[in-house]
Nanobody, 115 residues
Framework: QVQLAESGGGLVQPGGSLRLSCSAS????????MRWFRQAPGNQREWVAGINSEYSPNYADSVKGRFTISRDNAKSTVYLQMNNLKVEDTAVYYCNALRGVADYWGKGTLVTVSS
């Protein structure tokens, strides 16, 4: 089993920045593909960004150029740096670890972008 714990959410004004962290434990290893998803009130969960075991990142079009995903395997931690935040980025952000049929989720951290 892999346990994931997100942190770093909060309230920020439009145009501001936040960095989310996802700390992994248990049977986690650097071979997992790591992803961030988000779910806004009344919406379905959507994929935001991913990074594979070879550190190759990819992003949803809605966040490309504003968000950066990274991983520190020595710390078993994945980050999501979010810049130039918009009101529409408001959501609960979830960390996901995926390897084959192994699929683990954190409990999420709330990001609110509001003036």
């Amino acid at each position: 089993q892999v346990q994931l714990a997100e942190s770093g959410g909060g309230l920020v004004q439009p145009g501001g920045s936040l960095r989310l962290s996802c700390s992994a434990s248990g049977t986690y290893s650097s071979t997992y593909n790591m992803r961030w998803f988000r779910q806004a009130p009344g919406n379905q969960r959507e994929w935001v960004a991913g990074i594979n075991s070879e550190y190759s990142p990819n992003y949803a079009d809605s966040v490309k150029g504003r968000f950066t995903i990274s991983r520190d395997n020595a710390k078993s931690t994945v980050y999501l740096q979010m810049n130039n935040l918009k009101v529409e980025d408001t959501a609960v952000y979830y960390c996901n670890a995926l390897r084959g049929v192994a699929d683990y989720w954190g409990k999420g951290t709330l990001v609110t972008v509001s003036s």
